[in-house]
Structures are given as structure tokens and as C-alpha cells.
């Protein structure tokens, strides 16, 4: 494939080639995606666009889905061994089903972006574990 002479988004004719792992893309509903594995192509050093072929662009997705799936993997592993429950507790807490959740761990399924970020947020804040069962009740406060 011949490198394309100016970008079709902006029209610059800086466009370099990219081959990195620790990019951030958006993707459908995902504002942002760390990506896990390294991505190939053209890149526009003017706007920032991806320049791919429909190749690269379906490789592309399935690298994205394959990021997601293993971060998915690692956030449920984490709070597992921290809270030392089960994955229908961490379901309980995300108000979702155990079997959607299974789903979405072994990547028959992608998680929606709302379900991925609070799943995110369990991991990474030991509190929220505990504010976000179904059964917590808030201390009232009164004046």
C-alpha cells in the first residue's frame, strides 16, 4: 500500500508512521481505550488522525475489543482478591446479571462503556465496593 501524500481529514501532508502500544483511542461509545497491544499504521501529526486501510481498520477493533476484555479480566481479578467475594457479589454491586458478567469477562461479549467505568471504579477504589452493595445503608445525618 502506497503512503497516502496528504491526510483526508485536515489535508496536512505531515504524516508519519506509528507503531506503539501505550495509545489511547476512541472507540464507539469509549471515549478513550488504553490499548494493550501494539498498533501499526499512518498517523496525521497535524490533527492526530489514523490513516488505515480496511485491513489494518478491522485489526484495529479487534486489538481495541481484545484491550477491553483484558483490562475487564484484570479489574474483576483485583476485586476479587481484595474484597474476597464472588463474581455474582461483583455482579450484585455492578446491577448486572452473573451470567452477563461472565460473558463480558471471557469476551463473548463487550461490556457497555457505563458497566466497563464503574467496573473501573470498583477496582481502583476500595470504598466504592462497599457503597455500591445493594444492601448498604448510608449513615443519616442529621442536623
Known amino acids: 500500500m502506497a503512503q497516502p501524500k496528504k491526510c483526508g481529514n485536515c489535508g496536512s501532508e505531515k504524516i508519519k508512521k506509528i507503531d506503539k502500544s501505550s495509545l489511547t483511542l476512541p472507540w464507539r461509545d469509549y471515549p478513550a481505550v488504553l490499548m494493550s ?13 489514523l490513516i488505515l486501510n480496511a485491513t489494518q481498520g478491522k485489526d484495529l ?3 481495541i475489543e481484545a484491550s477491553i476484555v483484558e483490562a475487564v479480566q484484570s479489574y474483576l481479578a483485583l476485586i476479587l482478591q481484595r474484597e474476597k467475594c464472588e463474581q455474582k457479589d461483583i455482579a450484585a454491586h455492578l446491577g448486572v446479571s452473573p451470567e452477563y458478567l461472565s460473558e463480558i469477562k471471557s469476551g463473548r461479549k463487550l461490556p457497555k462503556f457505563q ?5 473501573k471504579t470498583l477496582a481502583c477504589d476500595a470504598n466504592s465496593f462497599k457503597v455500591s452493595d445493594p444492601k448498604y445503608q448510608p449513615k443519616r445525618v442529621t442536623a
Not at 37 to 49: D, I, T, W
Not at 115 to 119: D, E, G, I, V
Open 37 to 49: 497491544q501494539p498498533v501499526s499504521g499512518l498517523k496525521c501529526e497535524s490533527c492526530g488522525e
Open 61 to 63: 477493533d479487534a486489538k
Open 115 to 119: 458497566t466497563f467505568n464503574f467496573l
